[in-house]
Every structure is written in structure tokens, then in C-alpha cells.
């Protein structure tokens, strides 16, 4: 919406990369709504990676994403993802999608995106308040843990035929995987990384925004919140009661601080439900490594 501040964000970077010794990756996520030829050219020449925004197929999409006059956005914005991932070459891209109670069969969505000539893509379940219509809850999740399997499956046979296809939480290293210190803290809210908002509040992630305990300082005054800051460097899968007996806590590493707050209140307490969702995750994408050996 304002993307001559993104063109300026470039710059501003690439001039004083140059003084720190510092190589800057940039990347940007967008609905595709605004999107031109110029955008687009200048997205492929500067930013490492690019996240494309499509809530599912049309009709899933559509419900949820429809733009002002009530129509949908899916036939506004597929075309100019086409066209954005043919002129980027091999850099990386990620069609990033969100299922809610009402797509609990995302297979459906994945094989869209597929279908569309998608080749990297995710989908992430909806963290929102229980009281909205198309939030998930635990009555949810018998048939969402089998759908996950239920595109295990799939998957499978796709990639027999087009080993190019991933699917974002499917991807699993069995032999190396990232260093232990990054296996222990996963999310890095608040010590990897913050964000700043339009008038330069400093908060642990944009999700934290608006929460007041979260602000950690402004642009002006830098990191002011130390205790906060020091309580998320020490927010890591060993401190987190609940994880230490689940098998897969070193690859998730106790999953999103924010899902934690939001639902429990505390940040070193996870998500529930993400919990469930990551385990199958990580059972599938053993099953398919193992399929596909």
C-alpha cells in the first residue's frame, strides 16, 4: 500500500550493509492485491524471498478474503502470482495459505495450489479467538490430525511424479538439521528478532502489538523492557515444562510464544493444539522420508 517505503527500506539497507560488513536478506509478504508489473520486478530483483498470500482454493478463499464490493480476490490475485514466480526464476517463494473450521480438508487446498503450478507452498491453522465462527477448537481436531495423513499419502504420490512439489511442514532433516542451540529456542520473538510498528514501537513479534506488557522500547529510546527481553532469551524448550516429554520438542522447539500467551496466558506454557498438529506433522514427514527411500 505504500511500497515506496519498501523501496526505500532496500536502499537505506544496501547503503550501510556496506559500512557494517553486513549482507542483508530482505524478503516481503503480500495479498497480491496491488500487485504490477513494477512491484513485481523490483520484489524478483531485491528480496531473497517472497510470501504469497492465497487462504486456499477459490471458494475457500474467496469466503474468507473477499475484497470491498463483496467479490472475491482468488481470480484477482492467481494470475499475478503466475506471473510473479515465472519472472523469479529459481529464488525461493512460498505460497502461504490458512485453514480455519471451515477447511478442515486443506488436502483440497494443497492440491489446488498445485494444480495452479505452485510448487512450494504451506498451510497454517487459524490461531484466533474460540468464539469466532471459524476457529479451531479441540472438537476440531480428530479430522484435522487425519487429514494431515490423509495428504501424507498424497504427497506421496505427487512427488513420484514431480519431486519439486514441497510442502512446508513435510520437510523433515533426519541427518543434520539445524544446531542445537537453534533446535532449543525456535521461536526467536523478542531475542532473534522483534518488530516495529508504523510509529516505532519495538515489540517481540507483530503479534505481541498492541499488547502493552509486550513493548519492549521505541526507535528512540531502544530496548527499554530488559526484563521482558531477558525473560524471552530464556523461553527454550528445556524450560518449558510441557515439552519435556514430547518427542518432537527439538523440532519444534515449544512452537509460537505468542499461540502460547494468547491461549494460556503464558508464553513458556504452548499451544495445545499446535502441539497435536506439529506431532502428526512430524510423524508424516518421517512416514514420507521413509516412503520415499
Known amino acids: 500500500m505504500n511500497f515506496d517505503v519498501v523501496k526505500e527500506l532496500v536502499a537505506y539497507g544496501r547503503e550501510i550493509e556496506k559500512e557494517y560488513n553486513k549482507n542483508f536478506r530482505f524478503t516481503i509478504t503480500t495479498n497480491g492485491l496491488l500487485l504490477d508489473d513494477d512491484k513485481i520486478d523490483f520484489i ?63 488436502s483440497n487446498d494443497l492440491k489446488d495450489y498445485y494444480d495452479n503450478g505452485f510448487k512450494k507452498v504451506s498451510i497454517e491453522p487459524v490461531v484466533t479467538d474460540p468464539s469466532m465462527p471459524y476457529a479451531i477448537t479441540e472438537d476440531d481436531m480428530k479430522e484435522i490430525l487425519e487429514e494431515y495423513e490423509k495428504f501424507s499419502r498424497d504427497y506421496i504420490n505427487i512427488r513420484k511424479e514431480d519431486d519439486e512439489f514441497l510442502f512446508f511442514h513435510f520437510m523433515i532433516d533426519l541427518s543434520q538439521g539445524p544446531c542445537v542451540v537453534k533446535r532449543m529456542v525456535g521461536c526467536g520473538a523478542g531475542s532473534e528478532y522483534v518488530a516495529i510498528t508504523p510509529n516505532g514501537d519495538i515489540y517481540p513479534c507483530h503479534q505481541f502489538v498492541g499488547t502493552d506488557e509486550f513493548k519492549m522500547g521505541s526507535l528512540d529510546t531502544g530496548i527499554t523492557n530488559t526484563d521482558l527481553r531477558d525473560e524471552f532469551k530464556c523461553a527454550n524448550v528445556i524450560n518449558k515444562e510441557d515439552c519435556n516429554s514430547c518427542f518432537a520438542k527439538y523440532y519444534c522447539s515449544g512452537g509460537c510464544h505468542a499461540n502460547a500467551y494468547f491461549n494460556n496466558g503464558d508464553f513458556l506454557k504452548p499451544y495445545k493444539l499446535g502441539c497435536d498438529m506439529e506431532r502428526k506433522r512430524v510423524e508424516c514427514a518421517i512416514s514420507i522420508v521413509a516412503n520415499e527411500i
Open 44 to 106: 524478483n530483483e531485491n528480496m531473497s524471498n517472497v510470501v504469497l498470500s492465497l487462504d486456499g482454493r477459490e471458494e475457500i478463499n474467496d469466503r474468507i478474503r473477499p475484497t470491498l464490493n463483496d467479490k472475491g480476490s482468488y481470480d484477482i490475485i492467481v494470475p499475478k502470482f503466475k506471473k510473479l514466480i515465472e519472472k523469479r526464476g529459481d529464488k525461493d517463494y512460498y505460497i502461504r495459505g490458512t485453514f480455519t473450521k471451515y477447511n478442515k480438508d486443506f
